[in-house]
Structure formats: C-alpha cells, structure tokens
C-alpha cells in the first residue's frame, strides 16, 4: 500500500483482498472520485491486519478498477488519534505512543510503501527508545535533569522552577530539585567565583556620625516610573575569547548577542574574525530574534565595527551604537558571556571524559536551550527566555540527555548487512525538534550528525534512570487496570467481561505484592551449648529495653590505706541476662545454621523492633577502663589479633636483623628465604609467583624511584609454617599518578548491616575471608624496590646468581604484581573484584560503593578490603556467592558470623540485639605501653574551665606554655591513640574525647 495524505479512506486493489480481515461483498460503498474524473464503487470491504486501531479505522474498500496501487489513508488513521511521522527514509504511525505500522521509502517513485505484515518490521525494533523512564529514583532523577539543564546552580534551577518554566517537563518539580539533588564538582568548576569583599569585617566602624534610625512606622512609599518604549528593541553583542581546541568543523570564536527585552542569550560559533564572518553570525541571530517577535531596534556593540557590518545593519534597517571607547561595561552582552562561559564551562565539565572536546561546537544548540530556560522573560516574567523567544518546549516530543554521553544507536535492518551488529556507538550532542522523539547524534567514525530514534545511554558522570522488569510489569498491569476501571469513550472495542477485568485486576495486585515482599524465614536449629564465662571486657551490645535496670558498670572501688586500688574478682560488665553461649574449639569447624534449601521461603511474623542506642555511661565506662587487669597472663602474648614478636627481657618488638641475629637465626632465615622465593621463581618446594623479578641497578627507568621493602615478622602458632616473614612495599616512596582510592565499608556501614540483620525477620549474617586478596593481580605499572644484602639468605643468592647484580649494598627487584605496602594494589583488586562479580549479578552501591548487593537475590554485604560480611534470609542465594567466589579466589567463609574485623559476635536473633566485644585487646594494650594502673580514676581528658554567667566577655584561657614532648614521647602517644581508636570507635565511642584530646594536643 500507498501512504496517501489525500485520500479519504482506504482504498485496496483486487489483488490486495485476500490480505483483509472479514472480507465480504458489499453493494453500497462509498463512491470515489479518480483523478481522471472517473467515478467508481467498491465491490468488496474488510478490516486491516494491524493491531492496535479501532474497527473504523481499520475499514477498507476494494476497488476492480483500482490497478495502480493501494492506498493507506493517513487522514482515516489520524481520525483515530494516530500520528504519522514521515522521515526521510522510513513512515511510522504510532497510537498513544505505540508504534503500530512502520513502511519505507520507495526510492523509485519517492512514496512511503505500507506492507500489511508488520511482523518483519516491528519485531526488530528494540524495547528501549530515546524516552527517559521517569517513574525512578529522585535522586537519579533529581541529578538526569541537573544534567540536561547543563548543572545550573541549585538556587538558580529552583528560581525558574518556581516561575512555571518547567511546567511541562515530566515529574520535574521544586519539591524534587530542593530535596534530592545534592552539590555537584561540575557545578563548582563551572560557576565558582571569587569571594566578595566586606564579608564579616574585621575593622571597626565608626557610626557616632550616622544619623539615628526612625523607629516609627509610617505609611509613606516610593515608586520609580519608568518608561518601557525607551527599553524595547534593545541587544547587544560582542565576541569571546578563542577557544583552546580549534573544532572539527574548524570554529575558533563565538559570537554572544544579548536580547534586553527577551533576556535571551544567543551564541554561534565561528572560525575566524573576519568581517564578514561576524557580519554572517550576527545577522543569523537577529534574524531569529525577529522570527520570535523581537525585532532589534538598536543594536549595541562594541567599539569595533567592520564595513560590512554597518552596512549588514543599514540593509535590514537597524540602528546600531558603539560603546566609548574604554568603557565595556555599557555593552551588557559583556555580562552575557560571563553567564554563557559559566554555563558552557560546567557543561565540558559534565561530558564524558572520553567524548571528544573538539566537537565543542556541536553542543552549542542544547547549551543554549538550557541557559535560557533559566533565565526569565522581561516582557513576560511568567514566561523563560527560551518560551518568549521559540515558545514552550514540549520535553515529551523531543526527550533531551545530558551532553557528551556515550550511547548506543540501533541500525535499521535495511542499513545493516545480515550478520551486523544492531547497534553502533556514538555520542548524544542534543535533541533533534523537527524529528518525532528522535535525537542528535554524532558518528565518530564519519564525523557526521544524524537523528536516531532508538538509543541506549551508557552514562559517565550523570546518572540516567533506568527500569527494571518488575516496576515495567508493575506499572503495566497497573495501566491495565485503569483502562479497565474507566474505558475511553472513542474506543467502542474496549468492551471486556467481568472475568478479563478480574484477571487483570488480580494480576496489577499480586505484581503489587511481589514488588513489596516480605522478608523469608529461616528456621534454625538448636546448638549444643556449654558454659563459658561471659567476656570481661568493655562490649556494645543492642539489648531490648527491660524494666529493671541492671548497673551497667562495676561501682569504682575505694581506695586502701597505701593509696592504690584493691582489684576485686572479675565480674562481667554487665549482668547475664542470657543463655550460656556455645564453646568452639579453635580447630573445631563452626557448626553451619541449618537453613531451608528453598528459596521461595515462608514469611513468617515480623519480630519485634529493640532499641539499638547505646546507654553507655562516659564515667563508668572509663572508670571500669582503668580498673581493668590482665585476667590471664597467657593473653599477654599471643592474641587472636596480635602476632608481633617481642623480646621476652625487654619486652620490645623485634626487627628482622635482630631475629636474623638471635639464637633461633636459622629458623627465621629459612622463612625470609621461603618468602623471597614465594615472590619470584620459588626455592626448594616453594612455588613463585613471579611477583617480582631480580634486576640489575641499570634497568631501573630513569625517573622512577626504587622504595625499601620492609619486613613484617610474626608468629602464628596454628599455621604449618609458625615463623612468618612476610615482605611489604614502602609504598609511602613511590608517587602514583593514578587513583590509588579503594573503595571500602567504613565501620559505620559495618555497624548499619549488623543493626539491619537482627532488624530484618528471618536474616542471619556470616562471613568470608578472600585469602592474598592483594597478591598476584598484574599491574600494568611496575614498580621498583631494594634489598639489602643482609637479608638476602645464601641459598637464594646462588639460585639467582645475586653477586653480580649487587650495587652499593643492595639487590633491584622489578614488582610486576600486586604486594601490601603499594598505594595501588587494593584499587587493582577491587577493580579486578568488580570485573569478577558483575557478570554474575553483585555490583557495589552508587552511593557508597562498599554496600554490595545482587541484582535479584537477597544478598547484601559490606566489603572491607577482603572482608565480606554477608546479610542473607535463604542458605541457597549465599551459596551461589560462594561458589562464585571460589571459582577465582582461596576463601575461608563461617556461617556462624562470629567473627568479623577483628571483632566478635555474639548474635542473639530471636531477642532482636547482637554483643560486640574484643577479648583480651585491653590486656594486650596494658602489657604493650606497661601502663600503671592510677591511683585514682580520671574521669575528664582536660581541666574544667569555669564558665562565668552574665558576663559580657568571655575571655580564653592562657596559652598553654608547658614544654613540647620529645619525639619518642610524641611517637609513644601517637601509638597509644593508634591502639585504642580501632576500639573506641567499634566498641567504647566514651574513649574518644578523650584520644581526641590527646592527639590534638
């Protein structure tokens, strides 16, 4: 078929019969008109084969005499609310933004043909088009149209939305843009600006000669009249600056005129500052001034004016002024370029960085759109620039991205061969108006521009919201059931029984329901139990609230007649109110939570809400810090935590070359060697790594820095290989021009888990460890470092033939894989972790990208460094994550979730709170520093100051003049703080005024 504009119904030949629906004879048809003034009558009549239409506009008539073609009528479709979009290439009709029948250009004879199966057509156009799913995240969207509008200032933004002058942009409100649209760094590059001056003054001001102020009120008021003829047709213009990156198309330079009336901002770019090149921009941009009803009367410029120019103005009758000279502050189109650099500047900012900057010139058009719907019409406030100039923009007919993104344009099969990729990237430079919800894209590869209707955005810094299946479903089955409830009155077909009505209502509820579903249960077993003491040490737990309140803290004891403390029996921090706690043995596997397989698992009644405020007293928990004794001399030692090793006469630490140079120097000797060889080729039945490579001192680039390595020595009872060497880099040497940032949970979002696990009904939290995360990950990058000869074992120097590549004391290695120490080996990882998992459904949060979760199951964890602390309600989902981590790494994983950086869990699900507590860490501290128990409790970190009420002036107190510590003091605090943050912060927050204090201090 045809598709004919002028005919007024649909008219088929012979031929063309069988293809309709319902085909019969009939004998009073319509009687047509042929343009050779013949009048014929139709034999037969039907329906079309396309869907979506009603049955009128459906109705076709054959024809016997019609012989040269069918025709589809476009005026029988569009009485049915249908719109035709006619393209250069193709003919779409689309219904309530449906397309329904899509035909192709005849090149032969310049019509669009219409075939009556559609199948081959419409199945290959994809789901996505260039409209935006607005139904999502605020913030997302909040930011999408932040980007749009070219990251305007938040109070500008607000001001034109409060002005009505996005009053057809789709969920764009005040209420979104001042609630959810956070600062952003493109913003701030773009519009910062100098503080002003007289800000908050320091000197004083005399004010005996200001006159005194009336405090009376009066019903006096002041107008200024001014005369608005004198106003009108006024702009103004002027040229920037060169641009630093000559454009493609070879522009340099643009041209800002200023309209006063319309306060519209107006740009063209151009490649030079000839005459007639500025003559050309300037009467462009006034010419479109006066399409859109502002016709320039007197144009100002600068004091610099061609020939040509003037005589452009004489021709199209416009007075024209020249600024004095010096003086170009009268030209306001000098105000208008610093706006419009402002704004151009955040949007370069904005784009991807990959998009190519000398395509500047293509985003002229949407920076324009957007600067001006910022800004308010004088003729008419109530209007913006944009609206009084080219009328209101229609965002659903003509969707607008942010610049500069990367996107994914779908090829049409007639464009593509048959093996051919359906799509091909590009960039988005802006809205195509004249095209039906089409956009601008640029080809990189031919360095063109053409207008698409199908795009997929890959989006870099602003995020572009998205749907998933269920809000898709959700939001269908709820239009469904609107339709159902109140059927449009044009559409007669819509005639549905009760039972279609109930079906789809009972489909709109229970997609309702799966969108919001409740938390699964998870049955657990009892664990056989024994009696164990309860910790002694300072623990935060998150208990219910019980209406007999139990001292949460010993009573200090008083002191003895020889001024120290009497230390009674240990007692535990608070008074069991809870069963005894199961017994595990260190080598003993922790019993795994018997969970249900399933993972459609029963809900089950949502426990009771506790409150988790931490009740701890600052005095009685500092109080109960200082009394505090070592209860076992054995924890002293050898902590779960701690495995330095220090010197049993002195009591401090040991260094490599002290250990080297002890009694048991052969044992730590063969360690050192087994490391060295673990890091490069192996040694005896150690396998390498080939982390690093021996060097010659000559093959280290020039320019680049070789670091120190410094050992870290240890020992671990339980392992096969007690002593423990292990090198590390001195990463603080080497500068990284990259960044080195890992993302990670901080103890906050570690803390927020836990209190969401027991908050959540049914959930349970368990750990896994991913061993060597940071070893073997190959860098692109490497690094260099020394060893000193000293510490190289005789058995490694001859494997390696060391002798001849020692230079001034020290061997060379080449790092080629990641090692602790470096600033960049946790982002390899985890960019390595990101690859890994996102294929398999876990990605980290936008927000905060230390909260992971999958993509459909119920699995959320935070990741510290290679720490998972997992939430999960099925045993099944969390089994898939662990097989999928052990396809790629060595992991240990305890269903138990008893232990987890470095602290230990003391889960109580069913009564809704969980014990944190760190055994023996205290101990190990007193030991550490040999801290003497005080002879009195101290219960501020610095002196009262006295605060003197009713005085005018409070002065400070006097600088502190007392003697600075030495270095080894400053370090001994330091250390001291180091040691006791990790645990104020976890456990006792009351210890942190006073660390506080004394670091600042």
């Not at 009556?116 to 605020?138: E, G, M, R, T």
């Not at 949060?845 to 993509?855: C, D, Q, V």
């Amino acid at each position: 078929m045809k598709a004919d504009s002028g005919a007024s119904g649909t008219y088929l030949m012979e031929t063309h019969a069988e293809k309709l629906h319902n085909l019969q004879q009939t004998t009073n048809g319509p009687a047509v008109g042929t343009p050779t003034g013949i009048r014929i009558e139709p034999n037969k009549n039907g329906n079309l084969p396309f869907d979506g239409l009603s049955e009128e506009a459906k109705q076709a008539h054959v024809f016997p005499e019609l012989t040269s073609a069918s025709l589809l009528s476009m005026g029988q479709l569009c009485d049915d609310d249908c719109t035709a979009v006619f393209t250069k290439n193709d003919l779409q009709i689309f219904k309530n933004g449906k397309l329904l029948i899509k035909g192709l250009r005849n090149r032969k004879d310049g019509l669009w043909d219409v075939p009556f199966d559609q199948s081959k057509l419409l199945q290959n156009q994809p789901s996505a088009n260039v409209l935006i799913d607005l139904q999502q995240s605020k913030k997302e969207l909040a930011s999408f149209y932040h980007g749009v509008l070219g990251g305007p200032v938040k109070t500008t933004f607000l001001n034109a939305l409060r002005k009505g002058f996005f009053t057809n942009w789709p969920s764009l409100t005040t209420e979104l843009i001042s609630k959810h649209l956070d600062p952003k760094i493109y913003t701030a590059k773009g519009h910062i600006a100098q503080e002003k001056q007289g800000l908050r003054s320091t000197s004083q001001t005399d004010t005996d000669f200001l006159p005194e102020q009336e405090t009376e009120r009066t019903h006096e008021c002041f107008v200024t009249i001014e005369k608005y003829d004198e106003l009108n047709g006024k702009s103004y213009s002027d040229l920037t600056g060169r641009f630093p990156i000559p454009s493609s198309r070879g522009n340099e330079y643009i041209v800002v005129i200023y309209d006063y009336d319309a306060n519209a901002i107006l740009a063209e770019a151009i490649p030079n500052r000839q005459a007639a090149t500025i003559r050309d921009a300037t009467i462009k941009m006034l010419d479109k001034l006066t399409t859109g009803g502002f016709t320039p009367k007197l144009h100002i410029l600068d004091n610099e004016c061609s020939a040509l120019l003037k005589a452009a103005f004489h021709k199209h009758k416009i007075k024209f002024q020249l600024v004095p000279p010096h003086q170009k502050r009268r030209n306001a189109a000098e105000r208008a370029i610093q706006t419009f650099k402002n704004h151009f500047i955040t949007i370069l900012c904005l784009v991807d960085p990959d998009f190519p900057l000398s395509e500047w010139d293509r985003l002229l058009p949407q920076t324009l759109l957007s600067l001006n719907h910022l800004r308010a019409a004088r003729v008419n406030p109530k209007l913006s620039a944009y609206a009084a100039l080219e009328g209101i923009y229609d965002f659903n007919r003509s969707p607008l991205a942010p610049l500069g993104t990367k996107l994914v344009y779908h090829v049409k099969p007639d464009q593509r061969s048959t093996f051919g990729t359906r799509g091909k990237e590009a960039w988005y430079v802006g809205p195509a108006p004249e095209h039906y919800r089409c956009v601008t894209i640029f080809l990189p590869d031919t360095h063109r521009e053409i207008q698409v209707d199908t795009v997929q955005y890959f989006p870099n810094r602003v995020p572009i919201p998205k749907s998933s299946k269920e809000s898709l479903l959700l939001k269908s089955a709820l239009d469904m059931l609107e339709l159902l409830k109140d059927p449009t009155p044009a559409m007669p077909a819509l005639d549905y029984s009760q039972l279609t009505t109930a079906a789809v209502t009972k489909l709109a509820e229970l997609l309702h329901r799966a969108a919001k579903q409740p938390k699964v249960h998870i049955p657990t077993d009892s664990v056989p139990t024994e009696n164990v003491p309860t910790p002694s040490t300072p623990d935060e737990r998150v208990e219910p609230s019980s209406p007999a309140q139990v001292p949460r803290v010993v009573s200090p004891t008083p002191l003895t007649q020889e001024g120290s403390t009497q230390h009674p029996a240990q007692v535990p921090r608070v008074e069991s109110q809870r069963s005894p706690q199961p017994s595990v043995s260190p080598t003993q596997q922790p019993t795994p939570i018997p969970i249900t397989q399933d993972d459609d698992c029963t809900p089950s009644q949502r426990l009771h809400r506790y409150n988790t405020r931490n009740k701890f007293s600052r005095q009685n928990a500092l109080v109960h810090l200082l009394q505090q004794q070592p209860s076992d001399p054995s924890d002293m030692f050898f902590m779960p935590t701690v495995h330095h090793i220090f010197n049993e006469i002195t009591g401090k630490k040991e260094t490599l070359d002290t250990l080297l140079a002890g009694k048991f120097h052969d044992i730590w000797n063969r360690s050192l060697s087994n490391e060295l060889g673990r890091l490069t080729e192996g040694i005896r039945d150690i396998k390498g790594t080939q982390t690093m490579v021996f060097i010659h001192k000559d093959q280290v680039p020039v320019g680049r820095i070789a670091t120190y390595l410094n050992p870290v020595c240890d020992y671990r009872p339980k392992k096969d290989d007690p002593h423990r060497v292990r090198l590390t880099v001195g990463g603080d040497k080497l500068p990284y021009p990259f960044d080195a940032s890992s993302p990670a949970a901080g103890l906050t979002d570690v803390k927020l888990t836990f209190n969401s696990t027991i908050s959540t009904d049914n959930a349970c939290l368990m750990s896994i460890d991913i061993k060597d995360f940071f070893l073997n990950n190959p860098m692109q990058r490497y690094e260099y470092a020394r060893i000193p000869v000293r510490w190289i074992p005789e058995d490694i120097m001859e494997k390696y033939n060391l002798k001849e590549k020692i230079y001034n004391g020290y061997v060379y290695v080449e790092i080629r894989k990641g090692m602790y120490g470096l600033k960049q080996a946790a982002r390899i990882a985890y960019d390595k972790l990101v690859e890994y998992l996102r294929p398999h459904g876990y990605a980290p949060s936008r927000t905060n990208p230390g909260l992971w979760k999958h993509e459909s199951k119920k699995v959320y964890f935070a990741l510290c460094v290679d720490d998972f602390g997992v939430k999960y309600t099925c045993k099944k989902q969390v089994q898939h994550l662990l097989d999928v981590l052990q396809q790629q790494y060595p992991i240990q994983y305890d269903w138990s979730g008893n232990e987890f950086l470095g602290l230990t869990l003391d889960w109580h699900y069913d009564e809704g709170y969980v014990d944190l507590w760190m055994k023996g860490y205290i101990n190990h501290v007193h030991h550490k520093f040999q801290h003497p128990d005080p002879k009195r409790p101290q219960h501020c970190p610095h002196p009262y100051r006295e605060i003197r009420y009713g005085a005018k002036i409070q002065y400070a107190d006097a600088p502190d003049e007392s003697p600075l510590l030495s270095k080894a003091a400053t370090r001994e605090i330091q250390a001291i703080v180091g040691s006791l943050l990790y645990y104020a912060r976890a456990l006792d927050s009351t210890l942190l005024p006073a660390l506080n204090t004394l670091s600042y201090q």
